[in-house]
């Protein structure tokens, strides 16, 4: 135990001499979000808080049938926007409010997008950012919509071919790449710092990831520059 606490106190102290960009978390460049998010005595951090939810979880101590449940793996990593939004990229928190407010046409959808649209409005941006906003990526909200209906269907076993499904999810989380970079360049040079401003002090708190599987400051770049 002592051995624990030891080990836990240097890291604790070692992330202490990273200081963080002394500047609003929307104005980060790629450079210092990767470089916080990478850093891993906090990485390590993150993830021992993620299985700490997961162990007072009310399902886990309900019975010992939930005990018996299979547990998930331990994440790579587990960022969660209400406790870190500056460790989300831009691109991710878009992607995340695109699906939830127009990846389908139900209440929960319209609840999102009231909810932006005072968001929106509290930072002072004009009416017309949300309808340009989907008007800008309305291709990429497309290919959302139809990805998520393949993945429906392929794991729902809704699917005759899912070889060819799985081809087609390629083919569009390539193409999804890079159409949400044109779009989120284009709503920037519309409407300046106040678009990332938006997804970061509206948007990112209600995001979370979880990786189960790493993922590399090289791959996060590339799909924050549309992947070419």
Known sequence: MKHLLALLAAAWAASAMTAPPSKPIWQWTTDERLAARFDEAARIRRVAAFEARRAIS?????????????VPRRPADSIHGSEHPELLMPFEIFTS????????????????????????????????????????????????????????????????????????????????????????????????????RFLYSAIAPGVFRDYFEPISARTLRAEEDGCK
Request: aromatic content about 6%.
């Open 58 to 70: 009310p399902a886990r101590a309900a019975s010992g049938a939930a005990r018996a449940v299979a």
């Open 97 to 196: 409010f695109t699906e939830a407010a127009y990846g389908a046409d139900d209440d929960v959808a319209r609840h999102v997008q009231r909810d932006a649209t005072v968001q929106a409005s509290k930072l002072g941006l004009p009416p017309e950012f949300l309808p340009t906003l989907r008007k800008q990526a309305r291709a990429f909200i497309a290919m959302q919509r139809e990805e998520r209906t393949l993945k429906q269907q392929i794991f729902t076993g809704g699917m005759t071919d899912p070889q060819s499904g799985m081809a087609r999810l390629r083919e569009l989380q390539k193409s999804e790449c890079a159409s949400r970079a044109t779009a989120m360049r284009s709503l920037r040079a519309r409407f300046g710092a106040s678009f990332d």
